[in-house]
């Protein structure tokens, strides 16, 4: 009945037409920013998820005494630094006995990682009874071979632009055909630290410098942000140092985050000569940037406690801090625990700082504590996105994923926090 | 015949005043003390940037890095050459800031605010629930996520779409960078646009309605317009983001610093060059590592200057409807 009436003249349904469309460009706006976000992530789900698989090729391996441990003390030290490089070579070498020229039998090895003798190694100091026996052992393939068997590198493109060549192609396909390749889970990927080597490079030592950050940033912003929150909603008068304070944190909620990792260059390593590229600083530098965050949500929580849980603990003689720290703070606390791993799941995405005060290098050794050199997963995600290999974007969008996952995980935390403690006033 | 105990009493209760006294005092201290860190925290902020660029400024005169057009600090280091002065106007980086800022904008500004009145008029409380957290994902996602994503998937499509109408685009590109960083500056805007449109009071829309107006006539022609100082506010948020964000730039924007406002070409920002002048070898007197804390100097009085004109803006809109 109400159209009726409305559409009767041309200019009411131009008007209305016109209603139509703006609904629309607000949910085209939405839709495209959604599939943006999903475009993303699946581009890099897309990238990364082959990097949870490694191709592995099984060879045929004797473990010969005269090469591993002549002396026969079977020392780990001396098993872990023998050359396997030859049992390696003889591996090969049944597979393809007529490989028998010098540079062709070079070129047919490094089908294997360069890490492949170091997994030996870690096998026989692991397990000495190796020694002696002939077992068929999954090598980690090079990382060209990997990209290959993955689908990556495409045979029809001309051989002098690729590193795989043709022949490559033939002995590859051949180890196919005897089913000595295989694609396993890559643990290497989750148990190693940084390598020059794609297959062999791995995200723990990342993981665990983020942590220490982490823990390095929590244990010093959680406290400090909570006792400042608490200050400026309870004690604080209104003056003019309080709303200085005030001003304060909500400007330095929007220092470019870039700054904060400058002060940490001139001021904690310049200055009080700490440690360079340590979880120690990062997290210093991590706490100083989350800080405002934590303190601008903790003080919403605390309002939102209701007056007279307050007056009820002051009329029964309580004082003011036993008022505070008995009664408001427990009943805000979860709450502002929520407010501080949103904080943290921040903290654990931020790069830039880092970068500043050396978290950024080549680092092998997986740290053992907040003053060992480390880097961070956000900054290895850069390392491994500026190198020119490869076989490192695959495991960039891997790291990527990881670290999604964390932060998802972290998100997750909060909200189930949130729905299981918090209460409704 | 009491005196003595009353005394006694009176003694212990003085006594444990005066002991709760000072723990409430002790602790008041420790409160007050923590939250000086963040005074503190600002105070070595802008003392060491600016300890450390008045020395590159005792080396640079002041006016040749605010007004000079020529960026190469590289031919600093090598002493023994021609121009070992190095050049270090910052007009260039201002200009690569400023212009994937403005293409970042271009294309948040309409997403941003499309969605938010979608989300604030129109959207039922249902949708609304589950768009808003998805949208804000956006501004969760490490900007590390952003710049690969930017280096390794937007720039190769830049990059083909130009070449497939002819058209050289270096895979470094100032629209690689800015159309990413816009993606990341919806929710920014969007949510604080979102508040800003639910406080304006629904009386002025009951009355547009009431002249007869469509909802579409009201949002455009009353709401928004009454929505503007805090519509501004959020932008100028936005912007100060863009400005210092590093990392998508640092991967997606490139080093090269020419006075080019072509959006197709690689530029660099302030940003990508403190991180350049710090990462490599550094000697700590050079005014190559010296320049990087003016830059970052310039950098926190333009995004601080604009921070606080945008808190000034929506808290006097906050108040004009409160």
New interface residues.
Partial sequence: MRDLTLNTSAQMQKRHRKETRFKWYGRIAILLSLAFLVFMFAAILLRGMSAFQQTKIGLDISFNEQVIDPAGTRDPGDMARANYKPLISAGLAEVFPEVTERREKNQLYKLISNGGMFELGQMVVENPELIGTKQTIWLSASSEADLFMKGKIDAKVEEELRRFKDRDIAWFNTLKDQGKIKKKFNTTFFKSGDSREPEMAGILGAAFGSFFSLLVCFVISFPLGILTAVYLEEFAKKNRITDLIEVNINNLAAVPSIVFGLLGLSIFLNFFNLPRSTPLVGGIVLALMTLPTIIIASRSILRSVPQNIRDAALGLGASKTQTTFHHVVPLAMPGMLTGTILGMARALGETAPLLMIGMVAFIVDIPKGITDVATSLPVQIFLWADSPEKGFVERTSAAIIVLLVFLVLMNLFAVYLRRRMERRW | MNSHFDASVDLNLRHAKRS?QL??LA??S???A??????L??I??VL??S??AFRFFGKIPFFDFLFGLDWSPQTAIRSDQVGSSGAFGVVPLLTGTMLISFIAMVVAT??????A???AE?AKPKTRNW?KP??E??A??????????A???VAPIIRSMGSGVGFEISSESAMAAGLVMG?ML?PFI?SLSDDVINAVPQALRDASYGMGA????T??KVVLPAATPGIMGSLL?AI?RA?????IV??AAGLAAKLSLNPFEAVTTM?VQ??TL??GDQE?DSAKTLA??AI?LY??VL??GL??IA?KIVDNYKKKYA
Avoid: D, H, R, W
């Avoid at chain 2, 309409?110 to 969605?115: K, W």
């Fill in positions: 709760t723990k409430e602790i008041k420790v409160l007050i923590s939250s000086l860190v963040a005074i925290t600002t070595g902020i060491s940037l300890f450390e309409p997403l941003g605010l499309y969605s009145v979608y989300l129109y768009v998805m949208l994902l956006l969760g996602i490490p900007t590390v996520v952003y710049g690969f994503f280096a390794l998937v993606i919806i969007s469509t909802q579409a006539e949002i455009t948020l100060s400005i210092g964000e590093t990392m640092v991967m940003t403190i991180v710090l990462t700590f990087a804390f970052a950098l926190l995004t601080l921070n606080i808190l």
